[in-house]
C-alpha cells in the first residue's frame, strides 16, 4: 500500500472512529520519516475538506517514553479547531477509541513564528499560558517495535483539547516552568508535576516545534494554541469520571464530563 492509499484510509478510520487500522496489517511497515509524511499528508486532506489546524501538540518528551518506543527525540501532531472543547462540557465516549486524557501546559502564540532561531530570541510570543486537558485515542493495533510509526502516523494519538474558561497572559516563559499542573479524577488527586520537569522548559518544546515544521514547510502562525508535552502519564477514563486539570496562576480549571 502506498502513501496515497494509507492517507485515504487513515482519513476513513479518522472519520468512523477507528483510527489507524492499517497497522494492524504487518506488511505495513513506515519509518519515522515517512510516518511523518503520512502525518502531514492526512493533514492536507483534512484542510482540503475545510478543517483548520487549531496549533500544534508535542508529545514523548521523556527519555522514559522515548526509549519504549524506540525514538530519540519528542514526537509532534496537529490540533484542530474541530476538536477544541470548552471547559465545563462533556465528551462522549463513543466518538473516542480507548479515551484517555493528560493534563499539561499549554500557550498560545501573539504572532507568526517565522523560524525556529527568530523564536530562541523572541519568547515574548508566547503571550499565553494555560493548562489544559489533552485527549487521546489510546490504542495501538500493530506489533509492538513498529509503535513509534504507528504513534506518529495516527496524529501522535492526539484527539482534541479541553481549553480553560481563561487564559493568563505571560510575563515570561519561565513563569511556566515553575508553575503546577494537577490532574484529578472524580475530585481524587491522580498525579501532579511542576513545568520545571519538561526538559528544557516549554520554550524549548515549543523551538523544538518549530524546527520540525520547517522540515515540511510550515511555520506557528499567530493565535494557534501549542501543547507543550506533560511530564505526566496518561490515564484512562470512563463514562460517568469528571476530570479537571488545575493549575492556579494559569487560567481557570478545565474540567469535562465523559459520557456514553
Known amino acids: 500500500m502506498n502513501v496515497d492509499q494509507l492517507a485515504a484510509e487513515q482519513l476513513k478510520d479518522f472519520d468512523r472512529q477507528r483510527p489507524g ?45 522515548q526509549n519504549q518506543l524506540g525514538l530519540d527525540s519528542p514526537v509532534f501532531g496537529h490540533v484542530w479547531q474541530s476538536e477544541l472543547h ?3 462540557g ?27 532561531q527568530w523564536l530562541r530570541r523572541n519568547a515574548e510570543v508566547l503571550a499565553a499560558g494555560f493548562v489544559v486537558i489533552e485527549l487521546h485515542n489510546y490504542v495501538f493495533r500493530g506489533l509492538p517495535d513498529r509503535r513509534a510509526a ?9 484527539a482534541g483539547v479541553v481549553l480553560p474558561v481563561e487564559e493568563t497572559p505571560l510575563e515570561n516563559a519561565e513563569a511556566l516552568s515553575s508553575a503546577t499542573v494537577r490532574v484529578l479524577r472524580n475530585g481524587e488527586l491522580l498525579g501532579e508535576a511542576a513545568g520545571s ?29 501549542v501543547l ?3 511530564p505526566l502519564p496518561l ?4 463514562v460517568g469520571d469528571v476530570i479537571e486539570v488545575q493549575c492556579d496562576p494559569f487560567g481557570k480549571t478545565a474540567r469535562v464530563r465523559v459520557d456514553d
Open 21 to 65: 487500522s492499517s497497522f494492524a496489517n504487518p506488511e505495513v511497515f513506515l519509518s519515522v520519516e515517512q510516518s511523518y509524511a503520512l502525518q502531514f499528508q492526512v493533514a492536507g486532506l483534512r484542510e482540503q475538506r475545510g478543517e483548520q489546524v487549531a496549533g500544534y501538540k508535542i508529545g514523548c518528551i521523556s527519555r522514559t517514553m
Open 86 to 88: 470548552a471547559s465545563g
Open 90 to 116: 462533556t465528551l462522549h465516549a463513543t466518538r473516542f477509541d480507548g479515551l484517555a486524557i493528560e493534563g499539561e501546559f499549554a500557550v498560545r502564540l501573539a504572532d507568526d513564528v517565522p523560524s525556529a
Open 150 to 158: 504507528e504513534l506518529i502516523a495516527n496524529n501522535a494519538i492526539h
Open 197 to 225: 520537569e519538561l526538559e528544557g522548559g516549554p520554550l524549548a518544546s515549543v523551538v523544538s516545534l518549530a524546527e520540525h515544521l520547517e522540515k515540511y514547510g510550515r511555520r506557528l502562525r499567530r493565535g494557534q494554541v
Open 228 to 230: 507543550t508535552g506533560s
Open 235 to 238: 490515564w484512562r477514563v470512563a
